[in-house]
């Protein structure tokens, strides 16, 4: 394995022990990330809800039928206690219905209507908040960012060598 490349470090990803290429790339993504649910939290907050539940509703919304507990678990990337707990949450604002599988021990999980009506209320306003993060890419850029992101989690399961 070849080593890694070493970097300077700039601005809010300097740190004590100076960052290789790996984990400057590694850093930044997580920054940017973070940034961009932070941009977005007053739009959750307006609707009394946070980014992660805004999150399970929107992975709900996608699959168009009710989806196994550890299903949203995988695609939101919680662990099942965390997803148990939102899922409560959800459930006490009346945004989401459990139902039973074939499994006994397994929860299918659907939206509510009143799910479907936040979502489509507010639709325009978080595609509004979302252009407004890409403004300063191109279409072109978007495409690429997408590809890598797509590669990059490809990646992330993949068996890794000891």
């Known amino acids: 394995m070849a080593s890694p490349e070493r970097v300077v470090a700039e601005g809010n990803h300097a740190g004590r022990l100076g960052l290789n290429l790996d984990e400057e790339a590694r850093y930044a993504v997580m920054h940017a990330g973070a ?5 977005a939290d007053p ?11 805004y999150n399970v509703l929107r992975v709900l919304e996608a699959a168009e039928e009710a989806i ?4 949203i678990a995988r695609r939101v990337l919680a ?9 409560d949450q959800l459930e006490a604002k ?3 219905e459990r139902g039973p599988a074939a499994d006994r021990r397994v929860k299918r999980v659907s939206l509510t209507p009143k799910a ?4 489509e209320s507010t639709c325009e306003e978080i595609l509004g908040i979302s ?8 279409d072109e850029e978007k495409r690429t960012l997408l590809a890598l992101i797509r590669k990059l989690e490809a990646g992330a399961d993949q068996p890794k060598e000891k």
């Open 131 to 138: 252009a407004g993060m890409m403004d300063s890419l191109t």
């Open 43 to 53: 739009f959750y907050r307006s609707h009394e809800l946070t980014g992660v539940q």
């Open 94 to 96: 009346g945004l989401i």
């Open 35 to 39: 940034r961009l649910f932070k941009e």
């Open 68 to 71: 196994p507990q550890q299903e």
């Open 79 to 87: 662990s099942r206690a965390n997803v148990t707990s939102l899922l």
């Open 116 to 119: 479907k009506a936040l979502l």
